[in-house]
């Protein structure tokens, strides 16, 4: 129904810049809440950060906050997080997630459960 691809992982060094995007297909873009969540090896998956519809609303995880920033483009149908000052914790395989749901907070939105499609996701390494 909705499909998310994201692009834009690589290897950089520590301290490096790295800009994800996420192309999502249909019609209903600008409807939908996005988010941004990672994975690294033999831990559990984690909110990075989320843009509303309006995108005014963001919110971002302490571990990223200052240093990533969450943008979207309704025109292309595509959500971006630009990593700055890119760190080695900062290794993962990345994913961005569309919701439905109304915007009542960013902190709601750092829940997975929150989201109802996903991509398959990016890998980002960051080597120290």
């Known amino acids: 129904q909705v499909q998310l691809l994201e692009s834009g992982g690589g290897l950089v060094q520590a301290g490096g810049s790295l800009r994800l995007s996420c192309a999502a297909s249909g019609r209903a873009f600008s409807s939908y809440i996005m988010g941004w969540f990672r994975q690294a090896p033999g831990k559990e998956r984690e909110f990075v950060a989320v843009v509303g519809r309006n995108t005014a609303n963001t919110y971002y995880a302490d571990s990223v906050k200052g240093r990533f920033t969450i943008s979207r483009d309704n025109a292309k149908n595509t959500v971006y997080l630009q990593m700055n000052s890119l760190k080695a914790e900062d290794t993962a395989v990345y994913s961005c997630?569309?919701?439905?749901?109304?915007?009542?907070?960013?902190?709601?939105?750092?829940?997975?459960?929150?989201?109802?499609?996903w991509g398959q996701g990016t890998q980002v390494t960051v080597s120290s």
């Open positions: 997630a569309a919701s439905t749901s109304l915007w009542y907070g960013g902190s709601a939105f750092g829940s997975s459960t929150k989201y109802n499609y």
